[in-house]
């Protein structure tokens, strides 16, 4: 099997894993909530947050919902997420013609976003940035233009919620009067001012009485509440959480596979050229990842998966290295290396400032570190003066195998 640029998650059995998860995800929604609603899906990064939306996407259009996926992170070059959000669900709903009948109506800050994009009329909702009095230069130059329905920033605030509103409404009637469902995904993967921007935007525009839109939103949610916090620290962290939970009227845990080994062998075997057709070595390396992969305290099961395709590759460019089945020394680099990439970078830098070996290497870094216990015995456990790579030095593997720096 070929490397994919796709969710690994997708290339094994966690896809199926997830399965009653999003079966009772979908009958939440289509049975038990009424729009206008968001929803959290906490976890943290590569927990496979994105392949819990991408099945109950598929499930929710299967069942003709109509669904948007919107990833902020793409977008985050714009001058604004928000808008960028605004225009490609627009332009969206534009393009599938679901939006004849709002152009006889007003439909005129989302018309401006259509015909003038990001860098005109609706700089407004970015608090200040863009002045009232040039927002009649984005309508001059449309056709029918229409009177502004506002004079101050609270009238142009209830213009977008009522266009809001009515775009998913016009959506809504092209399927069978179906909540309109927007996945919103890697949002806690751009900068704390966008992510705050997008979800105070959430709170005050987008979830509105009258409105048939559904926010499914994948994110960290410790990595929320710090943003919030940071903002707002003087307020306290109750505030934070306060402020969370008014955004998202529910939170719903990712669930958490305890079959990780499982899922590693799978996909080392998806992976696997070895001459080993009794795939000891195959168990061998899903064991060694994954129990280190806990001591070093990996939860990410993406960062699994991603220990064993570097070491997959590592194997493409060196296919005479023999895996130890006891005690892996390129295994135990990669896992160091995922686990803790600060600490592994100034491994590799003492290695190339001083020649050390393993022993005097990890001992150096003990003696000027401030590391944690658990890097220290991972370190000393698998690398360091009693392993059998005590002499082995560091800067030459990485000469004669770059891949490794």
Known sequence: MSLRALD???????????????????????QSIQPPYAISIDGLWGTGKTTIMRGLQEKL??????????NPWKYRQTENVVLAFLQSLYLTA?????????????????????????????????????SL????????????????????????????????????????????????????????RCLPTDVLHFL???KTLFITR??????????????????????????????????????????????????????LLQYIQTLDEWDDPDQHKAEALAKMVYIRGLQSQIYSISKYLNIV????TFLKFNPTYEFQSSNDFITNLLILKEAWPPM?????????????????LIQSLIDQEQLLAEQEKFLTAYLGKETPFAKEYLSTWIAKHPTLA
């Open 200 to 202: 105070e935007a959430l």
């Open 344 to 360: 592994y970078a100034t491994l590799v830098k003492e290695t190339l400032r001083e020649r050390f070996n393993m022993e005097q």
């Open 309 to 312: 395709t570097n070491f997959y």
């Open 210 to 263: 009258g409105g048939k839109a559904m926010f499914i939103c994948g994110l960290d949610t410790q990595v929320a509440r710090q943003f919030i916090y940071d903002r707002y620290h003087s307020l306290g962290e109750t505030f934070a959480l306060n402020y969370f939970h008014k955004i998202f009227n529910l939170t719903l845990s990712m669930p958490y596979s305890s079959n990780i080994k499982g899922i």
């Open 61 to 70: 259009s299967q069942a003709g919902y109509p669904v948007f996926w919107y």
């Open 133 to 188: 009095k040039e927002l009649p230069i984005s309508f001059s130059s449309m056709e029918d233009p229409r009177p502004l329905p506002f004079t101050g920033y609270q009238d142009a605030i209830k213009t977008i919620e009522k266009e809001f509103v009515e775009l998913t409404l016009a959506i809504s009637r092209h399927h069978a009067h179906k909540a309109v469902i927007i996945f919103i995904d890697d949002l806690d």
């Open 8 to 30: 690994p998650l997708l290339q094994t059995d966690e896809n199926t894993l997830h399965t009653e998860f999003v079966a009772h995800f979908y009958e939440l929604i289509t």
């Open 94 to 130: 534009a393009d599938k013609k679901f939006l004849t009948d709002m152009h006889k109506h007003s439909t005129t800050i989302l018309r401006v976003l259509l015909e003038s994009g990001l860098d005109a009329g609706l700089k407004i909702i970015t608090k200040g940035a863009f």
